[in-house]
């Protein structure tokens, strides 16, 4: 399967960059490319791309409000997104997560971060690089609410060892795949682990999910 991929970004020369790495995977194809954000939301409709890497500042309309008109609760077709961010503009992120977006990483991330990221979020699965993460739960953890929680119970309470232990490793920024790797099981138990965490912690998703385990103190930035 041909993973088709949308760049949205106003630097030509970092386009052209990101263009020709990924077009040099047998698995990739860049069916598009946009320079600002109408013209993002313009080609995404157009084009249904699998994969849209995105820039958070893009002229005319930021990343952010083009991922949620394309990934949004009110989109038919969402492609899943891929947000690249710059340090200095990280608070962003969080607007950009409510917005439907499917992972985030670091401008210096590597050519293969990226590519791998490519791959993670087509494949349906949440990333956040660690230190995006650390960056997200630092500033933000106020903001991101678990639902129903109960005053001076332990949220964690109804984890088994292994769940917990996923859920660490998610804390750590890792994808379904990198936790698979590192604790020797398939990546659809890694999903099913996943599933029980956010379920048993009655959180939306992933995030939500980290932020609670800060904020149970069960890991520190």
Do not use: H, W
């Amino acid at each position: 399967m041909t993973i088709s991929v949308l760049i949205c970004e106003d630097q030509e020369i970092v386009r052209t960059g990101y263009a020709m790495v990924f077009d040099a995977q047998a698995d990739m194809s860049v069916v598009g490319e946009a320079a600002d954000g109408p013209a993002a939301v313009e080609a995404a409709e157009r084009l249904k791309p699998d994969v849209v890497v995105m820039d958070i500042q893009l002229p005319l309309l930021n990343g952010i409000e083009v991922t949620r008109r394309i990934a949004g609760p009110e989109a038919t077709s969402p492609p899943k997104v891929l947000v690249v961010t710059t340090f200095n503009v990280d608070e962003y992120v969080y607007d950009a997560l409510q917005a439907g977006a499917s992972g985030f990483l670091l401008k210096d991330s590597s050519l293969t971060e990226l590519v791998n990221g490519v791959r993670t979020v087509a494949r349906g699965e949440s990333l956040l690089s660690p230190t995006v993460t650390r960056t997200l739960i630092g500033r933000f953890a106020d903001r991101i609410r678990p639902a129903k929680a109960t005053p001076g119970a332990d949220p964690l309470g109804l984890l088994a060892p292994r769940e917990r232990e996923v859920l660490r490793l998610i804390a750590c920024g890792m994808s379904n795949t990198e936790i698979a790797a590192e604790l020797a099981i398939g990546v659809e138990t890694v999903r099913t682990y996943v599933s029980r965490i956010l379920a048993k912690l009655n959180v939306r998703d992933r995030v939500q999910a980290v932020v609670l385990a800060y904020r149970a103190g069960f890991v520190t930035l």
